[in-house]
């Protein structure tokens, strides 16, 4: 199998280090370690950055359990239709997702998400643009006053909102975005640069931080406009706490959990644990095969599963090849395994 290996590694291929030999890097079978079956990580170490290792460790290995399957990503069904081969070669490679899109799905809190979708539809009450549809009001930045209050320079150009990116922690210079309007600022959130993600973290995280940045600036601004008050040094905290707290809600982990009783509803086993972050669906399938290994460690042979994600619960129960390609390892895997043990899921 070549090419693809996590949804969550940009571009599907993983980037290597510069240096390093790519045709090491386009065969899966070439990262991982022949006797045991596990991703070879001294070499994914030599090849790729922190940020893709852990992003390919994130997949898990079924080794010689189920036979590979070739899908074309491109399409819901992994078929290859004519049609979404046309929408890649004429896209030029750039992502097809509009930035609507992509501030919906990313993995930030519901409240940055409102401000990111306000700041793109440019419907901010900005003093400039009330201005330039009105006519009316004072235009100049409520921070500097020096010049027209737009989102561009209240956000990323100001002396002000430059002075505290640059004091916090991330030393966070912003005097190379070039972002002439509000949907292009929000691209550089939403799709940060290589160089950005290098001196911040994985993408996800630096997305997180830039959006949390630019609604910090936004409050910022609001308490100087309204209230007459504004300290950079508290605003400066409470982004850094945001992203923190964010960072563990958003990012960070999933937790799944399940709970074993015996026929007189006694709980046997209480078990939780947390896992990469990952879609709903997955975590749920990952549940369950958490619980049919403590149900095969524990020998039990009579198991009542109860699972009350229903659409899980069909994919499972279904005989017919599983269309999703992002879980179908999963899934094949724990047919595979409940059948073993003639067990059902309801
Ligand atoms: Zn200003």
Known sequence: MEG?????????????????????????????????????EAKLQDLCDQEIVEAINRVKIYGSEIEDKLFWISTNNG??????????????????????????????????????????????????????????????????????????????????????????????????????????????????????????????????LLATFLYIIWELRNDKVYENRSSIAKASARWESMVEEFKLVALDKSAIALIARDDKSLVKVLAAK???????????????????????????????????ARLVVDQLNDSSEPSEWESWSLVKNLRDKLKDNNWTIS
Not at 280 to 307: H, M, N, Q, R, Y
């Open 79 to 208: 078929f290859f239709s004519v049609k979404s081969c046309y929408n890649i070669l004429t896209s030029n490679g750039a992502s097809d997702k509009s930035i609507w899109k992509e501030i919906w799905t990313a993995k930030i809190h519901e409240r940055i998400k409102m401000f990111l979708w306000r700041l793109a539809a440019d419907v901010l009450p900005l003093k400039g643009t009330i201005f330039e549809s009105t006519g009316k009001g004072d235009p100049s930045c409520s921070f500097c006053g020096f010049t027209k209050e737009m989102s561009s320079h209240l956000l990323v150009e100001c002396p002000v909102a430059r002075a505290m990116a640059f004091s916090s922690k991330w030393g966070l210079r912003l005097d190379s975005v070039a972002s002439s309007n509000a949907q292009e600022l929000v691209k550089w959130c939403m799709n940060p640069s290589h160089q950005l993600c290098s001196n911040l973290g994985r993408k996800d995280y630096t997305s997180l």
């Open 4 to 40: 693809s290996l996590d949804p969550e590694i940009e571009g599907k291929v993983p980037k290597i280090k510069e240096g390093a030999i790519e045709s090491q890097v386009r065969r899966v079978e070439n990262l991982i370690t022949p006797i045991d079956f596990r991703w070879d």
């Open 274 to 308: 947390l896992i990469p972050s990952v879609r709903p669906d997955i975590a749920e399938l990952k549940a369950i095969e958490c619980a049919v290994t403590i149900a095969k460690e524990s020998s039990w042979i009579e198991v009542d599963w109860l699972c009350n």
